[in-house]
């Protein structure tokens, strides 16, 4: 592949391999730029002509350049995925034994229907839970397993893709236990009416259900990032 004549082309090609991540884009331009513009403006007399080009040459093919912010930029991605699902996972727990908490604070009346159906339903809940918890742990310890690949070579890609699978696995799942505690905690509202002491088990599902959204709208942009850098590879 021929090297571009002028560092315009130079940036401008180099941002069209970084495209999948406008801000990684901007900022390596950035980056690339001041350090072109600075080799150039350190030549002087007969030594500045052609001296774009030399500066160029010796930075290296844009494509290759491109290939190492990717396989960076995707990894760390990646990885900032695992934790954020643990979090996420540990937040909603915290949320969910806090409104259990509140309930016997307040000592809030169960209907005998509404027990049944809870006891019915909190098995499934808790495995649900439980799930989402090892998938969460498991995909966090397996992010810090994997070492930063120099560039984007298939083994690379499927241990990326093991990682975002348990990511998203857990996020499955706890939303599958969210839903469960949405659904429950609106039965006990209608069953009791609104009042004061509705307000903390509201806000906390609340928190939970954007919580879960939050992760999963997360996990979906880093799979269209990864989707869009392995056809561009």
Same mark, same amino acid.
């Given at each position: 592949?021929?090297?571009?004549?002028?560092?315009?082309?130079?940036?401008?090609?180099?941002?069209?391999?970084?495209?999948?991540?406008?801000?990684?884009?901007?900022?390596?331009?950035?980056?690339?730029?001041? #350090?072109?513009?600075?080799?150039?403006?350190?030549?002087? !007399?007969?030594?500045?002509? !052609?001296?774009?080009?030399?500066?160029? /040459?010796?930075?290296?093919?844009?494509?290759?350049?491109?290939?190492?912010?990717?396989?960076?930029?995707? #990894?760390?991605?990646?990885?900032? &995925?695992?934790?954020?699902?643990?979090?996420?996972? &540990?937040?909603?727990?915290?949320?969910?034994?806090?409104?259990?908490?509140?309930?016997?604070?307040?000592?809030?009346?169960?209907?005998?229907?509404?027990?049944?159906?809870?006891?019915?339903?909190?098995?499934?809940?808790?495995?649900?839970?439980?799930?989402?918890?090892?998938?969460?742990?498991?995909?966090?310890?397996? !992010?810090?397993?994997?070492?930063?690949?120099?560039? #984007?070579?298939?083994?690379?890609?499927?241990?990326?893709?093991?990682?975002?699978?348990?990511?998203?696995?857990?996020?499955?799942?706890?939303?599958?236990?969210?839903?469960?505690? /949405?659904?429950?905690?609106?039965?006990?509202?209608?069953?009791? !009416?609104?009042?004061?002491?509705?307000?903390?088990?509201?806000?906390?599902?609340?928190?939970?259900?954007?919580?879960?959204?939050?992760? &999963?709208?997360?996990?979906?942009?880093?799979?269209?990032?990864?989707?869009?850098?392995?056809?561009?590879?």
């Amino acid at each position: 592949m021929p090297q571009p004549d002028s560092i315009a082309e130079y940036l401008d090609e180099l941002s069209r391999e970084l495209a999948f991540d406008p801000a990684l884009s901007r900022r390596v331009r950035h980056e690339v730029h001041d #350090h072109l513009c600075e080799t150039v403006d350190g030549e002087t !007399g007969e030594a500045a002509a !052609g001296a774009e080009q030399r500066a160029i /040459a010796r930075f290296g093919c844009p494509r290759e350049i491109a290939a190492q912010y990717k396989a960076l930029a995707i #990894h760390t991605r990646i990885r900032q &995925a695992g934790v954020i699902v643990i979090l996420a996972v &540990a937040a909603i727990f915290f949320a969910m034994e806090g409104r259990v908490v509140w309930y016997a604070f307040v000592k809030w009346p169960v209907s005998p229907e509404l027990q049944a159906l809870g006891a019915a339903l909190l098995p499934v809940d808790r495995y649900a839970f439980l799930t989402a918890a090892v998938f969460a742990i498991g995909g966090w310890l397996y !992010g810090l397993r994997l070492s930063i690949p120099a560039d #984007h070579r298939l083994t690379s890609r499927r241990r990326l893709r093991r990682c975002q699978f348990l990511a998203a696995a857990a996020t499955i799942a706890v939303a599958v236990s969210v839903a469960l505690e /949405a659904f429950l905690t609106s039965l006990r509202l209608l069953e009791t !009416g609104f009042s004061s002491s509705a307000i903390l088990p509201i806000a906390s599902v609340v928190l939970e259900l954007g919580l879960a959204a939050a992760v &999963a709208v997360y996990l979906r942009n880093t799979g269209r990032r990864l989707d869009r850098c392995t056809a561009d590879s």
